[in-house]
């Protein structure tokens, strides 16, 4: 294991101190887990790919788009 230090203002470190004791574990688990989940949670490689295909639509959506965002259909 690698240790490693951190800074952190007085009111998360009191807010951490806190969720790590009402979880009965200790501040440096805590730092671990949220790390843990944070790392997991990020996609690797291009982030924009996470949303492709998410949502569907027809050939003409793009000018109904377009129209919003230029006030005008693009050609």
Same mark, same amino acid.
């Given at each position: 294991?690698? *240790?490693?230090?951190?800074?952190?203002? &007085?009111? $998360?470190?009191? =807010?951490?101190?806190?969720? %790590? *004791?009402?979880?009965?574990?200790?501040? &440096?688990? $805590?730092?671990? =887990?949220?790390?843990?989940? %944070?790392?997991?949670?990020?996609?690797?490689?291009?982030?924009?790919?996470?949303?492709?295909?998410?949502i569907d639509g027809?050939?003409?959506?793009?000018?109904?788009v377009d129209a919003?965002?230029?006030?005008?259909?693009?050609?």
């Amino acid at each position: 294991m690698i *240790r490693t230090q951190i800074s952190v203002d &007085a009111g $998360l470190y009191a =807010r951490a101190q806190e969720v %790590a *004791r009402r979880d009965g574990i200790s501040l &440096a688990e $805590l730092c671990r =887990r949220s790390l843990a989940r %944070a790392v997991a949670e990020r996609p690797s490689g291009k982030a924009w790919m996470v949303f492709a295909g998410a949502i569907d639509g027809d050939e003409g959506d793009s000018t109904s788009v377009d129209a919003l965002v230029y006030g005008r259909a693009q050609p």
